[in-house]
């Protein structure tokens, strides 16, 4: 027996997840992205991952098979969130898709171990025309990321464990691209009381190391602003 197609008023819009994942590489603040192939409204153009969300999960789920499944990112390695719902009409062109859009954020050695041709980390000053409204999606992630960093720890998902305070202060700096006052900035910090010394220091320097903090908490916290 032939399925009929719905009523009109009764079709409804597909949903999706996609996920904006930062990183920081050699000082510079980088994105996760993979090849958009979908001719002839994208052909080889850059664009964040994600794909349907299943009948059975929620978005959460979704996001989380996603990230493994197409970019091999266990969501262990990632801290993640929710971060906008893009409902443009013609946001995909070639389906009516509503997306819950993620933000995350990965450590260095994440990074430095992530080993998968289908996926590339590219530095966000190098990102050119995305696919879908990839463009828009990135704009809030950054947005977002930033408002972030002003006023909770989440820093500390940019960060090795153990950091010096001049690591903290580079990620603010990255992030948020401006020169923060060293003095001020430690002062600040060490004021809000959360981070701690570690008892140890930084290895492989042979003039004055710094001490070696990590965060009390491991999970973020919302603070007085930062900067």
């Not at 994942?21 to 958009?36: S, W």
């Not at 013609?90 to 933000?103: A, E």
């Not at 950091?163 to 001020?184: A, H, M, P, S």
Request: aromatic share 8%.
């Amino acid at each position: 027996m032939s399925m009929k197609k719905a009523p009109e008023e009764l079709r409804f819009a597909a949903m999706a997840v996609d996920a904006v994942i930062f990183g920081i590489v050699d000082k510079k603040l980088h994105v996760l992205v993979q090849n958009v192939v979908r001719p002839p409204h994208y052909v080889n153009m850059p664009g964040f991952p994600g794909g349907l969300i299943d009948k059975t999960e929620t978005a959460e789920d979704a996001v989380e098979r996603h990230l493994d499944e197409k970019v091999h990112l266990p969501v262990k390695d990632v801290y993640v969130e929710q971060l906008y719902t893009f409902s443009e009409i013609n946001r995909d062109k070639r389906n009516r898709v509503i997306s819950v859009g993620y933000i995350g954020c990965v450590k260095p050695d994440v990074i430095q171990a992530y080993d998968y041709d289908d996926a590339t980390w590219i530095p966000v000053k190098k990102l050119g025309k995305l696919a879908y409204d990839h463009d828009d999606m990135y704009a809030k992630a950054t947005a977002r990321l930033r408002g972030k960093l002003s006023y909770t720890t989440v820093a500390q998902f940019l960060l090795p464990n153990n950091f010096t305070l001049t690591e903290l202060q580079e990620v603010y700096e990255i992030v948020l691209g401006t020169d923060l006052d060293k003095r001020n900035f430690r002062k600040k910090i060490l004021a809000l009381d959360v981070v701690k010394e570690t008892g140890r220091m930084q290895e492989g320097v042979k003039n004055r190391p710094a001490a070696l903090y990590t965060f009390k908490s491991k999970t973020i916290k919302e603070l007085p602003p930062v900067v």
